[in-house]
């Protein structure tokens, strides 16, 4: 069974700058699309960045584009998210998850697309 866990969350300055580390263990399939998603209270689950494992393509929201990063490291088995020019905005709960894949269509962002899910973890932005 596929695990996820999430860790690197904390609290950071508006403008400043945090690394998410999303370790997967428990692989069935060869290769992943492992995304990044996010949910404040009182709002809907977004999608915030995606990536897929076997060809290291990269998918990003609208609200994160250019401030975000995804990348992974397939010798760690971990995927990360670089969050550069933090808001206010960027407030959330961060989950880290994983859709096995076995033909390569490309990664959604959207979160039913996703069968693993990690506990979350807290990213807090002051201003």
């Known amino acids: 069974q596929v695990q996820l866990v999430e860790s690197g969350g904390g609290s950071v300055q508006a403008g400043g700058s945090l690394r998410l580390s999303c370790g997967i263990s428990g692989y069935t399939y060869n290769k992943y699309c492992v995304g990044w998603f996010r949910q404040a209270p009182g709002q809907e689950r977004e999608g915030v960045a995606a990536i897929y494992t076997g060809s290291g393509n990269t998918y990003y929201g609208d609200s994160v584009k250019g401030r975000f990063t995804i990348s992974q490291d397939k010798v760690k088995n971990t995927v990360y998210l670089q969050m550069n020019s933090l808001k206010s905005e960027d407030n959330a709960m961060y989950y880290c998850?994983?859709?096995?894949?076995?033909?390569?269509?490309?990664?959604?962002?959207?979160?039913?697309?996703?069968?693993?899910w990690g506990q979350g973890t807290q990213v807090t932005v002051s201003s």
């Open positions: 998850a994983a859709r096995g894949v076995a033909w390569f269509t490309g990664c959604s962002l959207n979160s039913v697309d996703f069968g693993y």
